[in-house]
């Protein structure tokens, strides 16, 4: 999984798709967190890429770990080396 705090538009985000896959070996996921200012919480872009989550968050802190606990809810890391 990738992370990036910071906007992007759809066209953006398939560019940066396209360049980690040439780099990445396997599959992998991008979520994008992008910065609003007078948001009060979180906003799903519901953009229909594959692979990609775009959100809008609150502005003022990207160190809040409310906004951090929501965005993250429900995934898990797995190792798949062993």
């Given at each position: ?6 906007a992007a538009?759809?066209e953006?985000?398939?560019?940066l ?9 396997g ?14 919480g ?17 502005l003022?802190?990207?160190n809040d ?8 809810n ?9």
């Open positions: 999984m990738f992370i990036r705090w910071g538009t759809p953006e985000a398939i560019e798709k396209t360049t980690l896959s040439e780099l990445v070996n599959s992998f996921n991008i979520l994008l967190l992008q910065p609003l200012e007078g948001l009060k979180v906003v799903d872009m519901n953009w229909t890429i594959d692979g990609i989550c775009s959100v809008q968050v609150p003022d802190n990207p770990e409310a906004v951090w606990d929501y965005v993250l429900g995934l898990s890391l797995t190792n798949f080396w062993t």
